[in-house]
């Protein structure tokens, strides 16, 4: 090398100290400093795109603490300035609340899959109760077109051609199974997620850090992840909303099925339900012996989804044999 | 004397100089050494610097536009980000095979130039600090993870074990290197007590980054492909090939390039950690394959989609072929006896080694976790433009951190104060860039 490089030592000053602390100019030193402003320079462009987004953020939802070290003063003013926001960035009016679970109630749902015929309405309704993106349609319900005599997911598929029913399938929508030792919940780096009192399994999405942990973990295929900002027409969205539910999320957040805790913890069913046109559907509080769920769990043949993983889901399966 | 270990050690702080003025000057020369050097150190430099700036405006558009600029799905919800994190926690840790021979076996060869392993930890290590947080969908929101200001979900999530092993990691390498090069700018020999603990420390602490990491994957029920007790095994012999793949192609390099003499000795025991690390690594795969087609089933789906390809999906097939290939030929030309005395079929060999675990790491494991779904949908994965150019990006600055530390480091710790003959040895000039 060194004779390619015969220059090198020569066109250093001759003592070699640090050139910032004794103030000679030399060719080496320009040329290092113009190399750095230049450097410099390009770096700014380089993140010119951050600033453009930074810009749609505010500092107070930056600086937001976790859902739970809110106290209820400081989360009502949360929820209007969420309001407001909605307001500036879909044009939308909108109602957050933070609704608590009843103390008393877990929740459990059912489906009969002898009825399920489907349709894909529950997905729908999905769609549109919780204010999903519309370019990607997205929803918390898959629906599995089943082989008949075969209980093996591989042999299932959900890009059938609906709505009529195939008479040699059977039908099985998919959703968060909101089990008790769920690993989405055992997985997340900052505690975004997790088990609320009366068994839904709920995202923080404003403390949620988009590592996709969750994602990985969920083995129901649960969870989404908001690839960009969602979409939703102003006259589209549904203005009735919860903190920890259908609030419009923002971009770069995991969110998923949330039992429609807006509407079940005030006495109403979930979206999918109201939606199912063949009564396949059984909501309701797992503490109550005379809910339909309890009914439902004690005569019928129930089972869940991959019980050998040991998430013990509070999502139930039966037939109606 | 070299000329580069006079700079680092010339303007020597007088007696009465305290740390808090001494330490900032030693900074400033680094610095000062790490961009200082021929034409060729420049032109190498420039050009990882324009690389890593198109990854940095990449991830700019990235955090702006939402990671649906990536080719990532719900379906595979991780791709190129995390399969290059899990290959450079590999390397970081196979970097600890240079030090095991030089403080475990006083291999005096390898101790000359140790620290080019541990420099190596301290650039793979960024190399997968910088994939993490390209993977994070709000990077704004990292402070959520730091522990009193956040919420650090420890011990139940792997995740916050992995943060800590690999802080902890690069910091104990950052001290070791840190320590013995101030040691030099303040001409004062290095107590042992203030590195060597830290050493011993870090070879432990190296197989625990690549476990950790291999136990974010095999703890999930939900991924049968990944549910093996053999991941951190395999990991471990992963990085046990990639790490001295890259130090014996570094060493050259170094020789060549830096007119640095690092003799035959080091490359010759890492070449041996090699022959070992590929078989077994091979055999841990085998026993992969075997498992799964043995069995069939359900729990075969993964392996039949990444070797022959899954109802027609056949993506990731060429990749999992050249990699076996890849693998295979690297084995049989370290394994072979005339090898070592060509140093360019080492370095092919080394090469093709590095390649097919990157490979293996990445498209072959991270990317088929995820195929076919959970509820068994078959949904491909290809990355797009923007993760290439950030991951180029991410590396091009790993590349940049180590061809400066290196740079600055290894001429002046290996000229000892005592050891004339040696520096006598190298009469070229050092400074004149390590990498080219």
């Known amino acids: 090398m060194a004779t390619e490089l015969p220059q090198a030592p020569a066109d250093r000053p001759a003592p070699r100290r640090l050139p910032v602390l004794q103030g000679g100019v030399t060719?080496?030193?320009?040329?290092?400093?113009?190399?750095?402003?230049?450097?410099?320079?390009?770096?700014?462009?380089?993140?010119?795109?951050?600033?453009?987004?930074?810009?749609?953020?505010?500092?107070?939802?930056?600086?937001?603490?976790?859902?739970?070290?809110?106290?209820?003063?400081?989360?009502?003013?949360?929820?209007?300035?969420?309001?407001?926001?909605?307001?500036?960035?879909?044009?939308?009016?909108?109602?957050?609340?933070?609704?608590?679970?009843?103390?008393?109630?877990?929740?459990?749902?059912?489906?009969?899959?002898?009825?399920?015929?489907?349709?894909?309405?529950?997905?729908?309704?999905?769609?549109?109760?919780?204010?999903?993106?519309?370019?990607?349609?997205?929803?918390?319900?898959?629906?599995?077109?089943?082989?008949?005599?075969?209980?093996?997911?591989?042999?299932?598929?959900?890009?059938?051609?609906?709505?009529?029913?195939?008479?040699?399938?059977?039908?099985?929508?998919?959703?968060?199974?909101?089990?008790?030792?769920?690993?989405?919940?055992?997985?997340?780096?900052?505690?975004?997620?997790?088990?609320?009192?009366?068994?839904?399994?709920?995202?923080?999405?404003d403390w949620c850090i988009g590592c996709r942990y969750c994602e990985a973990a969920c083995p129901y295929h649960a969870r989404r992840f908001n690839w960009t900002k969602p979409q939703v027409p102003a006259a589209e969205v549904n203005p009735d909303q919860a903190y920890l539910s259908n609030r419009i999320r923002p971009q770069g957040v995991v969110e998923k099925c949330h039992f429609c805790l807006h509407r079940t913890r005030k006495g109403?069913?979930?979206?999918?339900?109201?939606?199912?046109?063949?009564?396949?559907?059984?909501?309701?509080?797992?503490?109550?012996?005379?809910?339909?769920?309890?009914?439902?769990?004690?005569?019928?043949?129930?089972?869940?989804?991959?019980?050998?993983?040991?998430?013990?889901?509070?999502?139930?399966?039966?037939f109606d044999v | 004397?070299?000329?580069?270990?006079?700079?680092?050690?010339?303007?020597?702080?007088?007696?009465?100089?305290?740390?808090?003025?001494?330490?900032?000057?030693?900074?400033?020369?680094?610095?000062?050494?790490?961009?200082?050097?021929?034409?060729?150190?420049?032109?190498?430099?420039?050009?990882?610097?324009?690389?890593?700036?198109?990854?940095?405006?990449?991830?700019?558009?990235?955090?702006?536009?939402?990671?649906?600029?990536?080719?990532?799905?719900?379906?595979?919800?991780?791709?190129?980000?995390?399969?290059?994190?899990?290959?450079?926690?590999?390397?970081?840790?196979?970097?600890?095979?240079?030090?095991?021979?030089?403080?475990?076996?006083?291999?005096?060869?390898?101790?000359?130039?140790?620290?080019?392993?541990?420099?190596?930890?301290?650039?793979?290590?960024?190399?997968?600090?910088?994939?993490?947080?390209?993977?994070?969908?709000?990077?704004?929101?990292?402070?959520?993870?730091?522990?009193?200001?956040?919420?650090?979900?420890?011990?139940?999530?792997?995740?916050?074990?992995?943060?800590?092993?690999?802080?902890?990691?690069?910091?104990?390498?950052?001290?070791?290197?840190?320590?013995?090069?101030?040691?030099?700018?303040?001409g004062r020999k290095p107590d042992p007590r203030w590195y060597v603990p830290f050493v011993f420390l870090s070879i432990g602490w190296a197989i625990s980054v690549h476990t950790v990491t291999a136990f974010l994957y095999c703890g999930l029920g939900g991924r049968p492909f990944w549910n093996t007790a053999l991941l951190a095994p395999r990991f471990l012999a992963s990085a046990f090939v990639s790490g001295p793949a890259f130090l014996i192609v570094a060493l050259r390099l170094i020789e060549s390039q830096g007119g640095f003499a690092v003799g035959p000795g080091p490359r010759r025991t890492l070449h041996g950690i090699l022959r070992v690390a590929i078989l077994v690594n091979l055999l841990m795969v085998g026993s992969e394959a075997f498992t799964a087609f043995y069995t069939g089933g359900g729990h075969a789906a993964t392996a039949q989609y990444l070797f022959f390809g899954l109802h027609g999906h056949t993506a990731l097939v060429a990749w999992t072929w050249t990699a076996v290939a890849f693998g295979v030929v690297a084995a049989v030309a370290l394994l072979w006896p005339g090898t070592a005395a060509h140093p360019w079929r080492l370095d092919a060999a080394c090469a093709l080694a590095f390649v097919g675990v990157w490979i293996e790491k990445g498209m072959g494991l991270i990317v088929p976790g995820f195929v076919p779904s959970t509820l068994h949908e078959v949904v491909e994965y290809a990355p797009t433009l923007v993760e290439w150019q950030i991951s180029a990006g991410v590396w091009a600055f790993g590349l940049l951190v180590f061809t400066a530390a290196v740079k600055v480091a290894l001429p002046v710790l290996r000229d000892e104060p005592a050891g004339g003959e040696r520096a006598d040895a190298s009469a070229t000039p050092v400074a004149s860039g390590t990498a080219g």
């Open chain 1, 27 to 205: 060719r080496r030193t320009t040329v290092k400093a113009l190399g750095a402003t230049l450097g410099l320079a390009a770096f700014a462009r380089a993140i010119a795109p951050l600033t453009e987004w930074a810009r749609d953020i505010p500092v107070d939802r930056f600086l937001q603490r976790h859902y739970r070290e809110l106290t209820p003063e400081a989360m009502q003013t949360l929820l209007r300035q969420l309001e407001q926001e909605t307001r500036e960035q879909y044009g939308a009016e909108v109602h957050i609340e933070d609704v608590k679970p009843t103390p008393g109630v877990a929740f459990g749902y059912a489906l009969n899959l002898s009825v399920c015929n489907g349709c894909r309405r529950c997905a729908e309704a999905c769609h549109i109760e919780n204010n999903h993106d519309r370019a990607s349609q997205e929803s918390y319900i898959r629906v599995l077109e089943m082989s008949k005599g075969s209980m093996d997911m591989e042999r299932g598929r959900v890009d059938y051609a609906g709505p009529n029913p195939d008479p040699d399938k059977f039908y099985m929508p998919v959703q968060c199974q909101q089990c008790d030792d769920a690993p989405c919940v055992k997985v997340c780096p900052v505690e975004a997620t997790w088990k609320e009192s009366d068994g839904i399994v709920v995202v923080d999405y």
């Open chain 1, 268 to 318: 109403r069913l979930p979206a999918c339900l109201e939606a199912c046109p063949t009564g396949a559907r059984v909501f309701g509080n797992l503490l109550d012996p005379d809910s339909e769920i309890r009914r439902v769990l004690a005569d019928k043949r129930v089972y869940v989804l991959k019980e050998e993983l040991g998430t013990r889901p509070r999502f139930f399966y039966f």
């Open chain 2, 1 to 186: 004397m070299t000329s580069a270990a006079a700079t680092v050690s010339e303007p020597r702080p007088g007696p009465h100089e305290g740390h808090a003025v001494s330490y900032p000057r030693f900074l400033l020369r680094v610095l000062w050494l790490a961009t200082d050097g021929s034409p060729r150190f420049y032109a190498w430099m420039t050009v990882l610097t324009a690389i890593a700036l198109v990854g940095l405006h990449a991830w700019a558009v990235q955090v702006r536009d939402g990671m649906g600029v990536t080719g990532m799905t719900d379906h595979v919800s991780w791709g190129l980000y995390i399969a290059n994190f899990t290959f450079g926690v590999g390397l970081a840790a196979g970097a600890v095979m240079m030090v095991i021979p030089a403080y475990l076996f006083h291999d005096r060869d390898m101790h000359d130039v140790v620290i080019v392993g541990e420099l190596l930890a301290i650039a793979a290590i960024t190399v997968c600090i910088l994939f993490v947080m390209a993977d994070l969908g709000r990077p704004d929101r990292f402070w959520h993870m730091l522990p009193g200001i956040g919420r650090f979900h420890w011990p139940m999530s792997l995740l916050t074990w992995d943060v800590l092993v690999l802080n902890g990691y690069l910091l104990l390498n950052l001290h070791i290197c840190g320590y013995l090069l101030y040691m030099r700018f303040l």
